[in-house]
């Protein structure tokens, strides 16, 4: 399927073809976050749940019982989060609707342990999905990548189980037969 030419922004959801090889990110939803032709794009796996509790990997965060996911290959060390807060979390960053990326952890830490956040309105990723300048243009350009405009649901409102094929469903026509496609075309 071609796609029209598309410049990679904070926002646009990037949904893996349906026989992307590449285990880290087949059939995956990434939200790209961050994007400079000088530096680069970032972006997080929306729907790759690591089967890990935020309390059972942070010590500071041991009353936070929500999963934990898995934000991409790069930098696995690092601990990333998007929320719903906006500027009631200092430093954060607006990502689309009413996404916002990061902001000030020991904030967030403090008024989670207080009640005063809800754990469900921030998403915990460890590591991040990174591109070199000029990457994830390429790869787009080579048909690797599906996109679509990012809607704050699909961070927050539907299961990540479901999230790959809702997505191709909401862009319709072609897109929705995609999500009968078998993930090894050697199947069919």
Known sequence: MTETAIIPAPGLILLSE?????????????????????????????????????????????????????????????M?????????????LHIMDNIYWGGN??????????????PKQIKFFLGYSGWSPGQLGDELKENSWLTASGKGQYVFGIPEASLWSKILQDKGGRYAEVIHYPEDPSLN
């Open 105 to 118: 952890f020991e904030q967030i830490t403090e008024q989670l342990n207080l009640g005063i956040l809800d």
């Open 18 to 78: 349906p026989f992307m090889a590449d285990p880290h990110f087949k059939r995956t939803v990434v939200l790209l976050c961050e994007h400079s032709d000088d530096d680069g794009t970032v972006g997080f796996v929306l729907n790759r749940p690591l089967g890990m509790k935020v309390c059972d990997t942070l010590v500071d965060m041991d009353m936070v019982d929500s999963e934990l996911f898995y934000g991409g290959p790069v930098a696995q060390d690092t």
């Open 80 to 92: 990333h989060y998007l929320h719903t807060y906006g500027s009631a979390v200092e430093d954060s």
